[in-house]
């Protein structure tokens, strides 16, 4: 079974002015749909067809073609499930327990946006789940993330930050920062407790 491009919740206008329109449009339309396309002709024919997207992160990242566009596809997917018109301001349940420990929601939004502010060139930030259920802030290159064996932190990713040009350049050009400060406007916390009590 193919994957495909997941429909999104909400209109490509429903996250403005925090992400525009046609950046949300040409981003899922266009980037996304390059990355579910490359995956799935990565893959043919291959001993990874018909795995999960998960277990593609775990054990298929030794192949570039496998590793780009299934960490494009993987990432993206949740990027797009942890985002929400109007946000929900703050963690709820047991993540927001999880970010207590860790210094609290204020000390948690500053270490996160550093850790996109300053990854590199491409990549993602990430909050993820340990398998003890703390959790850290961190940050991947390119389309990597916390699931694959190269991540310099490892685990279950719950909120995920796109910080490659094209999510945000239509709108804030070279200004990263205000571009990661204004997603804290938009995050779905409730789908981010969900994901960690999965």
Excluded: C
Excluded at 18 to 38: G, P, S
Excluded at 92 to 120: L, M, P, Q, W, Y
């Amino acid at each position: 079974m193919a994957f495909e491009l997941p429909k999104l919740a909400y209109s490509y206008d429903a996250l403005e002015p925090t992400i525009d329109a046609k950046t949300m449009e040409i981003h899922h339309t266009k980037h996304h749909q390059a990355y579910v396309d490359n995956l799935n002709n990565a893959i043919a024919g291959t001993d990874l067809e018909g795995k999960s997207l998960e277990d593609i992160q775990k054990t298929g990242t030794d192949k570039p073609a496998v590793r780009n566009n299934g960490g494009g596809h993987f990432n993206h997917t949740l990027f797009w499930e942890i985002l929400t018109p109007g946000g929900s301001k703050e963690p709820v349940g047991n993540v927001k327990a999880e970010i207590e420990k860790i210094g609290g929601f204020e000390k948690f939004k500053e270490d996160f946006s550093n850790a996109a502010k300053t990854r590199f060139g491409s990549g993602w930030a990430w909050l993820v789940k340990n398998s003890d259920g703390s959790v850290v802030v961190s940050s991947t290159p390119n389309q990597d993330n916390p699931l694959m064996p190269v991540a310099d932190v490892k685990g279950t990713p719950i909120l995920g930050l796109d910080v490659w040009e094209h999510a945000y350049y239509l709108n804030y050009q070279n200004r990263r920062p205000d571009y990661v400060s204004a997603f804290f406007d938009v995050i779905n916390w409730d789908k981010v407790e969900e994901l960690y009590n999965k």
